[in-house]
């Protein structure tokens, strides 16, 4: 009785054994024969920048419909984990070390890039960045690339339109203090400098300000002929109290200040702002960039900007990347550095040495509260 009784046990053992072995490989298979293909977005979805993570959000989910409408990838449908990062760089460091079996992971925001991109190049995780704009990003590693010029590029072309054609000599800088707002307004002092021309005074303010008066008040004391103001969406309380305070001067930015909530914020005081942005033509009867607006603008019922336009051509990249090589990181990082001339709705793409794109820029400015070409 007693010996039938262990035969009973390690019977049952043996069967739980067996069953878990089961299990544990049909769990393998199912995880290997994944309907999906994944790919990361760590974008800012709350905070002061998330006016330019929800455009992101919204051009990768556009291109994903696309893909997936279209077979997917080899057969696969194409699927994106979006985490938020804030804008924070610590929020983004702790979001990417969570990441697991992500090849690429598509991402914006200067603080967030530069302190995420040890990390990737340490996991061989790809960062696609497609709206950060600090130099330092150049240097970043081999597993990140940019969709986006950075500041360096920009500026030099920018400082040369200010010099030449608004024949200003004698400017002013307001900053948040970022690696965004401190990489950009220091290429812009850097060529504005090298060409003769006489940085006044240089401000910065903290990312949460939501006072500057103490600031514009020194500036309006060196009377300058223009302000050079480099922000997020904070820049439309900048010009308003700027206005408040009865400054009455040109003002210059890049793009990060095309942003309808930026100039909705900023009300009357926006009016005639210049900024430059990459050349992107919501006009272009050329495709895929016709067709993109349109169809952005029946799913969102809104203008594309240059971020949406950036985040979806990373999308379609990427996917056309795994396409070719399979969702292998390292082989993506070679077949990166090795396209040329991706037709993509924001013009050519084609990554230097340093994983950086090279697009030109347009000069453009507000008028009755709409964005339209300088002319």
């Given at each position: 009785m007693e010996t039938n009784t262990k035969r009973k046990i390690i019977g049952s053992i043996l069967f739980v054994v067996i069953l878990i072995v089961i299990l544990t490989l049909t769990f393998k298979v199912l995880k290997t024969t994944d309907k999906n293909i994944e790919i990361g977005a760590l974008l800012p979805l709350s905070g002061n920048a998330a006016i330019y993570g929800q455009s992101m959000e919204s051009g990768i989910e556009l291109a994903v419909e696309e893909i997936n409408k279209n077979r997917g990838i080899n057969g696969k449908g194409l699927k994106i984990t979006y985490e938020d990062s804030k804008g924070d760089p610590k929020t983004a460091v702790t979001t990417l070390s969570l990441m697991e079996n992500i090849p690429v992971v598509i991402t914006a925001i200067s603080g967030v890039v530069l302190s995420t991109a040890p990390l990737a190049n340490e996991k061989e995780i790809i960062l696609l960045n497609v709206g950060a704009k600090s130099p330092l990003i150049s240097e970043a590693?081999?597993?990140?690339?940019?969709?986006?010029?950075?500041?360096?590029?920009?500026?030099?072309?920018?400082?040369?339109?200010?010099?030449?054609?608004?024949?200003?000599?004698?400017?002013?800088?307001?900053?948040?203090?970022?690696?965004?707002?401190?990489?950009?307004?220091?290429?812009?002092?850097?060529?504005?400098?090298?060409?003769?021309?006489?940085?006044?005074?240089?401000?910065?303010?903290?990312?949460?300000?939501?006072?500057?008066?103490?600031?514009?008040t020194k500036i309006k004391a060196k009377d300058p002929e223009a302000i050079f103001l480099v922000g997020l969406k904070e820049q439309g309380l900048v010009l308003k109290q700027?206005?408040?305070?009865?400054?009455?001067?040109?003002?210059?930015?890049?793009?990060?200040?095309?942003?309808?909530?930026?100039?909705?914020?900023?009300?009357?005081?926006?009016?005639?702002?210049?900024?430059?942005?990459?050349?992107?033509?919501?006009?272009?009867?050329s495709e895929p960039t016709k067709s993109f607006v349109e169809d952005y603008k029946s799913r969102y019922s809104k203008d594309p900007d240059i971020y949406a336009a950036n985040s979806y051509d990373a999308t379609m990249l990427l996917a056309t990347a795994i396409k070719e090589v399979g969702p292998n990181s390292q082989k993506i990082k070679d077949w990166l550095y090795n396209i040329n001339n991706f037709q993509g709705v924001s013009g050519i793409i084609k990554f230097d040495f340093n994983g950086d794109v090279i697009k030109p820029i347009l000069i453009k400015t507000i008028k009755n509260q709409q964005i339209t070409e300088f002319n």
């Amino acid at each position: 009785m007693e010996t039938n009784t262990k035969r009973k046990i390690i019977g049952s053992i043996l069967f739980v054994v067996i069953l878990i072995v089961i299990l544990t490989l049909t769990f393998k298979v199912l995880k290997t024969t994944d309907k999906n293909i994944e790919i990361g977005a760590l974008l800012p979805l709350s905070g002061n920048a998330a006016i330019y993570g929800q455009s992101m959000e919204s051009g990768i989910e556009l291109a994903v419909e696309e893909i997936n409408k279209n077979r997917g990838i080899n057969g696969k449908g194409l699927k994106i984990t979006y985490e938020d990062s804030k804008g924070d760089p610590k929020t983004a460091v702790t979001t990417l070390s969570l990441m697991e079996n992500i090849p690429v992971v598509i991402t914006a925001i200067s603080g967030v890039v530069l302190s995420t991109a040890p990390l990737a190049n340490e996991k061989e995780i790809i960062l696609l960045n497609v709206g950060a704009k600090s130099p330092l990003i150049s240097e970043a590693g081999d597993y990140v690339f940019s969709n986006i010029p950075n500041s360096n590029y920009d500026e030099k072309l920018f400082v040369k339109f200010v010099k030449e054609n608004l024949n200003i000599n004698k400017i002013a800088i307001i900053h948040i203090n970022n690696d965004y707002g401190v990489g950009t307004s220091k290429a812009f002092n850097k060529y504005f400098t090298e060409s003769g021309g006489d940085i006044l005074i240089s401000e910065t303010y903290e990312t949460d300000a939501t006072d500057f008066k103490t600031q514009l008040t020194k500036i309006k004391a060196k009377d300058p002929e223009a302000i050079f103001l480099v922000g997020l969406k904070e820049q439309g309380l900048v010009l308003k109290q700027a206005k408040e305070l009865g400054i009455n001067k040109r003002w210059l930015a890049p793009e990060g200040f095309a942003q309808p909530e930026i100039i909705k914020i900023a009300g009357g005081a926006a009016e005639n702002v210049i900024f430059h942005t990459p050349n992107f033509d919501l006009r272009s009867q050329s495709e895929p960039t016709k067709s993109f607006v349109e169809d952005y603008k029946s799913r969102y019922s809104k203008d594309p900007d240059i971020y949406a336009a950036n985040s979806y051509d990373a999308t379609m990249l990427l996917a056309t990347a795994i396409k070719e090589v399979g969702p292998n990181s390292q082989k993506i990082k070679d077949w990166l550095y090795n396209i040329n001339n991706f037709q993509g709705v924001s013009g050519i793409i084609k990554f230097d040495f340093n994983g950086d794109v090279i697009k030109p820029i347009l000069i453009k400015t507000i008028k009755n509260q709409q964005i339209t070409e300088f002319n």
